[in-house]
């Protein structure tokens, strides 16, 4: 459909508000917004236009059913409705806007429906998860500043505040959601059996004092995703990162996606069977690297490298922690550069990265350092002494990435 930069639009019988940020969906990779508890499309403020400015993407974001000035939905909710949400909703939603690849982006009950919706539907067009301040399993801590949240709509000026934003929606947004975790039912209410299916890159992005959720929540991703999990934990801040920490979330996220967009879109060659790690005495699955190694390696072109299969595979190697892969992928890409070039010297970089992040697998953790000291040398040379904020080169922004080695491998580049 055709999308204007506000409206409505119509999804499983429903009329869902939204607001579209930059080029729509089927014309670029887009980010989804998917909101809190009490969140709706304007309680988001000036962060899809921050967004969008920092990483030259589409973001659409859309009020739930309930919330906003989109359809009501009165309370009380099912228990399952975050269920409901991810597996009929936004998969309908997807498709109507003309969705063709990108992120999702959720906080809180937002960032659980992102996750529902990547375990079950397998979509290849998800190139990765921003999962802000999420929740897989309920917490003590949380249900109580869920009742503490009920006491301040009861005798406080938080209703008046929140209708300025859901207008007549305001009493089922809140109690819709507030009843429901409430509800004894819901303790029981888990999602950690959907994580293990999740392989797409995922971030995770916390505060420190989130009174909502303890990093209980980011351990579980990190121990049971299939994909990659990178953490952003931000110090003085709660259940609002991007509020209470705007600069440091933006930053997570925009260096984060921009990586993800360098790889190629999910689904469009296959990954390997398994990772190989020399010594544990399974045999790499060559199969995939070999298809890549038969389409050609054309000379490489900075400026035409989203036409490099090669170089983008790798970079989905990479991301998916096939580092052994990368490394049989990116070396022939590294002899195709030019001589003398800043794209060998940065394919030389990136050879080496994954070297280390493979060395780390292996334990051998002064090897790592060392190629990690010999990659950032590589990608300073890349960048030159005399500039401060050199443009991305073959889609990489070489200043973040240095910054990245000097942090563990769970950390956002």
Not at 230 to 248: F, I, K, T
Request: overall charge negative.
């Amino acid at each position: 459909m055709a999308l204007n930069e506000t409206g409505v639009v119509r999804v499983a019988d429903a009329e869902l508000e939204y607001r579209m940020i930059g080029p729509p969906p089927g014309e670029a990779p887009t980010i989804i917004l998917l909101h809190e508890g009490l969140g709706c499309v304007s309680l988001w403020k000036d962060f899809p236009d921050r967004l969008a400015a920092a990483t030259g993407l589409g973001v659409f974001v859309y009020s739930r059913r309930g919330y906003g000035r989109s359809s009501p939905y009165e309370a009380p909710w099912p228990l399952t409705y975050m269920h409901e949400e991810g597996e009929q909703v936004l998969p309908e939603l997807l498709d109507v806007i003309g969705f063709r690849d990108g992120v999702l982006f959720g906080h809180s009950d937002g960032a659980s429906i992102a996750a529902i919706y990547a375990s079950t539907s397998g979509d290849p067009r998800l190139r990765g998860l921003v999962l802000m301040a999420p929740h897989f399993f309920t917490e003590d801590a949380g249900i109580a500043s869920i009742a503490e949240a009920k006491i301040a709509y009861e005798t406080t000026d938080l209703r008046d505040r929140l209708a300025a934003h859901h207008g007549d929606n305001v009493d089922c947004a809140f109690w819709g959601w507030n009843r429901a975790w409430l509800d004894p039912g819901f303790r029981q209410w888990d999602i950690q059996d959907y994580l293990p299916r999740i392989k797409a890159p995922v971030l995770i992005v916390q505060g420190e004092d989130d009174q909502y959720g303890t990093a209980d929540q980011i351990t579980a991703a990190q121990e049971k995703c299939a994909g990659r999990v990178c953490v952003a934990l931000l110090p003085d801040c709660g259940h609002s990162p991007y509020r209470d920490q705007a600069e440091q979330t933006l930053d997570a996220a925009v260096a984060f996606i921009s990586r993800l967009l360098t790889a190629l879109p999910n689904g469009e060659y296959r990954l390997p069977a398994h990772a190989h790690v020399p010594g544990t005495g399974s045999e790499p699955d060559l199969a995939p690297l070999e298809r890549i190694k038969q389409t050609g390696l054309p000379g490489v072109d900075a400026d035409d490298w989203r036409g490099n299969v090669a170089y983008r595979y790798g970079w989905s190697l990479f991301d998916a922690g096939f580092f052994w892969e990368a490394h049989e992928i990116w070396e022939p890409v590294w002899h195709a550069c030019a001589p003398n070039s800043r794209e060998r010297l940065l394919l030389r970089a990136l050879i080496q990265l994954a070297n280390a992040r493979l060395k780390q697998k292996m334990g051998k953790d002064n090897a790592s350092a060392r190629l990690l000291d010999e990659a950032d040398q590589l990608l300073a040379d890349v960048t030159g002494p005399n500039s401060d904020k050199p443009p991305p080169i073959m889609g990489v922004d070489v200043p973040r990435l240095r910054q990245s080695l000097a942090g563990p491998e769970e950390k956002p580049y």
